[in-house]
């Protein structure tokens, strides 16, 4: 369970970044529209994060360390960018950019994971379609607060 563990971790030193003035700024911006309570994101990040983590832990019994896995490890890695970028700096365009590339590598992700075992492809299918819904916000954060 060491895979889930770690992206929990991931989430909770995130977590850990969203001081009261990181919520009081976020809740100044124009939202787009679509966009979720701010209650959602913490369960469902970790929901998420279990999924992820177990798919990664399915490849792992399956085949071993590899390339697959290393996508996942530089998924994790983006993810953990996001929040610092985005809740940390301010920086909306920087958050868009880090949140594009993590689509990418999500996407790559399962598709490897998918060739290898299916169920840990479809594992990862609840966060590709999450990340690409994160992106849309993301952007439409940027486009609706551009100064």
Known sequence: MGF???CLLVGAADAALLRNTAWAWYLS???PPGTPPNWVFAPAW???YAMIGTAAWLIWRQVGAGAA???WGWQIAANALWTPAFFGLHQIALAL?????LLVLVALTTRAFARLLPAAGWLMVPCL???AYA?????????LNRI
Do not use: D, E, H, P
């Open 69 to 71: 896995l290393r996508l």
């Open 29 to 31: 911006l124009t939202l």
């Open 46 to 48: 970790i929901g998420l």
């Open 135 to 143: 992106v849309y916000l993301n952007a439409g954060l940027w486009w």
């Open 129 to 131: 379609a999450w990340t």
């Open 4 to 6: 889930v563990g770690l």
């Open 97 to 101: 950019a880090v949140n594009a590339v």
